[in-house]
């Protein structure tokens, strides 16, 4: 299909050479970078649903919001200094974007500040970057703080715009302090051209659909993944970035097949909830239909080592699959920021759409994605070779070293401002491939073990969540008298009783011995604690530990966990009404286990249950769902209530 957003030239390929070939004859500063990003004003940039219709914005359309903008920034802060830091407090939106550019091109740095972290760190950033003022989506800081909403587009005043010089990026602050990573243009321009490279040598990540590429915008532009990877790379080639009204998986689903959405960037945890959402929809339509999914997987791999072929079967066969999950236009995904287990990628890509692994920090940018054409190595979870202008290297230790011109030019942290080293050491336990590095965990998570020995948590965690049950786990060095005590914590259902605990301690007992880690991890601590909370998208392992030690975890042991008892035949017909609905055991189900907050249902879990209820029973039941009934136990006595006032006469 011939594509007319190209700016006037006949193939991608063309395209982009030209685009980064009229930047690099620029003075590369964000100046030169705002009107290259911009300079195909008719292709539209940000789409969103508005109730039935969709709702569009041009790049220049955009272009000319952001200069008004800008004229209003610089009356609003007359008398600040030039290059002066201003946070920017907001959620995703095509607003966001605009005042990013406003920001820098009314003369200021922007600061983007991370809505997933608590008050005391975003002042912290604001206090150790110098910041100003903060625009915010109404929330108040410490400094002057503007709302975003009452800012008003004015005319521009007409004299040339001096940018902003850098933009400054905090850490995820998973760990006990934040870090605040300054990037110029210089460094983004080195990353763009990383994308050059990418664009270059995988035909999926330009492939468009009905004429048009367009990215979910479900990263927060804030983080550098989202930023980098997600804004900045599409952005400079004028693609198409979409909305979402919500974070909810059928906004998700719906926003994606709608708009056509073609390409997605997410973190770990995004891809295990649609992977699981999508193996309970296949499990609810029968055991047939399960066994002929797991023989498509396994043809999937056997082809995997033919990629044509394995290309052409995946596409064939598993097409209703894809249908119910995003459809046929998304071309091109990405996972990064934390581990992905192997059993996510293997579904993905064996379905037919294309799941690849990615590298970056905060301190570096985005370094690396696989982009081997290989199922077999995609599927390995690898994190691809160094993008053009990056290095790695292998410490003595194991940990992934990084050199480059896109790191950032300088980090404070805890306060300190540290300049862009000759090599990054990320920490990251990595190993290399013929090339091609892959990542086993985090250093400074490793437990040092009674006999001097390390344990990589990794391997424990994956082994001990494919335990039917566990709903997380997260091994840690528990500190002591002796030394720090390897201790594995494992998520289950609130209300496990003592009988499936017992099944649990065995099962994990086993995981471990298989790992021949039984006699090194010295305590097994079951929690009904989510282990990721909150804002939270991977473990944060300090918090888990501190709440571990600190006695906030609500622990499940032999002492408060429910004794099994006897169920009489309408709790048990219930309970196994639970089970099909949930496609879980029911010897896993308590009958005071509520179906939502505790077992994750959802509103037509719970109309199914009724409806297998109402045809055995023949009892009537309210229309709202739950209304109180939303227990085993509570629908129980429910029926047998019910069931006294049933008209028994012939």
């Keep these: 299909m011939k594509l007319n957003n190209l ?29 290259v990003m911009f300079s195909e004003r008719e292709n539209v ?19 000319e919001s952001v200069i008004r903008l800008s004229s209003s920034l610089s009356e609003i802060f007359s008398g600040t200094p030039r290059n002066s830091v201003v946070g920017l407090y907001m959620d995703n939106s095509l607003l966001w974007i605009e005042l990013f550019w406003a920001i820098l091109r009314a003369g200021f740095r922007p600061l983007l500040l991370n809505l997933r972290l608590d008050r005391e760190r975003l002042e912290y950033a604001l206090r150790v970057s110098g910041a100003v003022a903060v625009i915010s989506d109404g929330a108040e800081f410490s400094v002057k703080t503007v709302n975003a909403g009452d800012i008003e587009e004015k005319e521009d005043g007409g004299a040339s715009p001096v940018f902003g010089s850098s933009v400054l990026i905090m850490s995820s602050g998973t760990s006990s302090h934040v870090k605040v990573c300054s990037y110029t243009s210089n460094e983004f321009y080195f990353l763009i051209k990383n994308s050059y490279g990418i664009i270059k040598q995988c035909k999926a990540a330009k492939k468009h659909y009905n004429g048009e590429l367009k990215q979910l915008a479900f990263l927060p532009y804030y983080h550098i993944f989202g930023l980098v990877a997600m ?85 064939k066969a598993f097409k209703e699959v894809r249908e119910n999950i995003f459809g046929e236009s998304i071309s091109f995904m990405i996972t990064g920021g934390s581990r992905v287990s192997g059993d996510v990628l293997r579904f993905f890509n064996n379905i037919g ?31 691809g070779k160094p993008l053009e202008g990056i290095a790695y290297a292998i410490s003595e230790e194991g940990t992934l070293l990084v050199s480059g011109r896109c790191m950032a030019e300088y980090v404070i942290e805890e306060g300190v401002s540290r300049p862009r080293p000759a090599l990054f050491d990320t920490r990251d336990l990595a190993s290399c491939v013929n090339g091609r590095y892959k990542i086993a965990g985090r250093a400074d998570d490793v437990v040092i073990g009674a006999d001097g020995e390390n344990i990589n948590p990794i391997p424990v965690e994956e082994k001990t969540e494919r335990i039917s049950g566990v709903r997380g786990a997260c091994l840690l060095g528990v500190p002591s008298d002796g030394g720090d005590i390897p201790t ?15 099944a649990l301690n065995a099962a994990v007992a086993g995981a471990l011995g298989e790992l021949d880690l039984r006699s090194r991890v010295k305590k097994v601590v079951f929690t009904s604690d989510a282990m990721i909370q909150g804002s939270e998208f991977k473990l944060n ?9 600190s006695g906030r975890m609500t622990l499940v042991t032999e002492d408060n966990a429910e004794e099994p008892g006897e169920l009489d035949s309408v709790a048990l017909f219930i309970r196994e009404c639970f089970a099909a609905a949930l496609e879980k055991p029911a010897d896993q189900i308590s009958v005071k286990a509520d179906l939502f907050a505790d077992e994750g249902g959802s509103s037509l879990d719970y109309f199914a249950i009724i409806a297998a209820l109402q045809k055995e029973f ?33």
């Design 488 to 502: 594995l914590i494992v998520s289950v259902a609130k209300y496990t009783d003592k009988t499936r605990l017992s």
């Design 353 to 383: 759409y294309r799941l690849c692994n990615g590298y970056g920090m905060s301190e570096i940018g985005i370094t690396s994605v696989e982009l081997s054409e290989d199922p077999r190595v995609i599927k390995a979870g690898y994190i």
């Design 618 to 650: 023949g009892v009537p039941f309210p229309t709202d769902a739950g209304a109180g009934l939303s227990t085993v136990s509570a629908l129980s006595d429910y029926v047998k209530e019910q069931l006294k006032n049933v008209d028994t006469t012939v």
């Design 45 to 63: 940039m940000y789409e969103k649903s508005d109730g039935y219709r969709i709702t569009k914005t041009t790049y220049g359309q955009a272009r």
């Design 231 to 315: 804004y900045i790379w599409f952005a400079f080639f004028s693609r198409t970035f979409v909305q979402l009204n919500d974070l909810s998986p059928d906004t998700i689903v719906n926003t994606v097949k709608r708009h056509g959405v073609t390409h997605i960037f997410a973190v770990p945890l995004f891809w295990e909830t649609v992977y699981k959402t999508a193996m309970k929809t296949i499990r609810s339509r029968g055991e047939k239909t399960l066994q002929k999914f797991e023989r498509g997987m396994k043809i999937a791999d056997a082809l995997s080592a033919l990629p044509a072929l394995y290309n052409a079967f995946t596409k």
């Design 7 to 35: 700016g006037g030239y006949r193939s991608i390929n063309s395209f982009v050479d030209g685009k980064i070939a009229s930047f690099e004859k620029t003075e590369k500063d964000f100046a030169a970078l705002f009107d």
């Design 541 to 549: 392992r300090k918090r888990i530990r501190a709440d571990y030690q």
